[in-house]
Nanobody
Framework: QVQLVESGGGLVQAGGSLRLSCAASGRPFSSYAMGWFRRAPGKEREFVAAISWNGRSTYYTDSVKGRFTISRDNAKKTVYLQMNSLKPEDTAVYYC?????????????????WGQGTQVTVSS
């Protein structure tokens, strides 16, 4: 069982940056792939970024490539999402998720554990 708690969301102007953190409890965090998803108002939850258990493989949705970076620190049981050059269309609730699959995966159905989400609002 893994419990996930996101933090770091907030209000930022377009062009600004935020870093989201996701702290995990339970075990074994280091063997799980991790992902970030988001849900914008009126839209379905969508994939944002994923990272493999060892951090060597990462995936991003096209709209955030070059602006967002996912990383993890297994010793701290924490995964991060660095978000730069934020745009109003990045406004959403961001969710951290853990997959029992060790390899990074973009498929929402592969994720078993979910956090409660953190709100990110980008003003124009």
């Amino acid at each position: 069982q893994v419990q996930l708690v996101e933090s770091g969301g907030g209000l930022v102007q377009a062009g600004g940056s935020l870093r989201l953190s996701c702290a995990a409890s339970g075990r074994p965090f280091s063997s799980y792939a991790m992902g970030w998803f988001r849900r914008a108002p009126g839209k379905e939850r969508e994939f944002v970024a994923a990272i493999s258990w060892n951090g060597r493989s990462t995936y991003y949705t096209d709209s955030v490539k070059g602006r967002f970076t996912i990383s993890r620190d297994n010793a701290k049981k924490t995964v991060y999402l660095q978000m730069n050059s934020l745009k109003p269309e990045d406004t959403a609730v961001y969710y951290c998720a853990a997959s029992r699959i060790a390899a990074a995966t973009t498929t929402i159905e592969d994720y078993t554990y979910w956090g409660q989400g953190t709100q990110v609002t980008v003003s124009s």
